[in-house]
């Protein structure tokens, strides 16, 4: 098993959902012990470990319905970093300075940091060096947010 099951991912959801969180994504990586599963999370009054501790005992049971495969399961907050995924996303970290790569060069780069101005359908705009940028969302590989420390 080198990927959880669609299935399982939308139990995982669902389930994570019904406890009050957003599921953020899911990390899978191959490692001594079978599969490494990161799961992320996220709550408007952000995430503590005792937040962590409850996903992980809704998560550990749909997990288990696979007993032939060993795993070690890791529940953690997007932390200050945290990747920009789905339009929501977009919208809620308005103001923020991101990084974005994208997939592939675009006017001859790929990576770009500035300021998240706003985000119309399929396309986001950020404040780079004073210049506005149009990025559509099906060309990024990653975006996060850079954080602030102050």
Request: aromatic share 4%; glycine share 4%.
């Amino acid at each position: 098993m080198n990927s959880l099951d669609s299935k399982i991912i939308e139990k995982i959801e669902k389930s994570i959902n019904l406890i009050g969180y957003e599921l953020m994504e899911i990390e899978c990586s191959p490692n001594k012990r079978g599969l490494k599963i990161v799961t992320f999370i996220d709550h408007s009054d952000g995430i503590t470990m005792d937040d962590c501790v409850k996903a992980t005992k809704v998560i550990t049971p749909i997990l288990e319905l696979k007993e032939d495969d060993d795993y070690l399961l890791e529940v953690s907050s997007p932390g200050l970093n945290r990747k920009l995924i789905t339009k929501e996303h977009f919208d809620r970290f308005r103001g923020q300075t991101v990084k974005i790569k994208l997939k592939n060069k675009a006017d001859d780069r790929r990576n770009f940091k500035g300021q998240l101005k706003s985000r119309n359908g399929n396309k986001v705009e950020i404040t780079e060096d004073n210049k506005d940028i149009l990025i559509d969302i099906d060309l990024i590989d990653i975006c996060r947010i850079v954080p602030n420390y102050k």
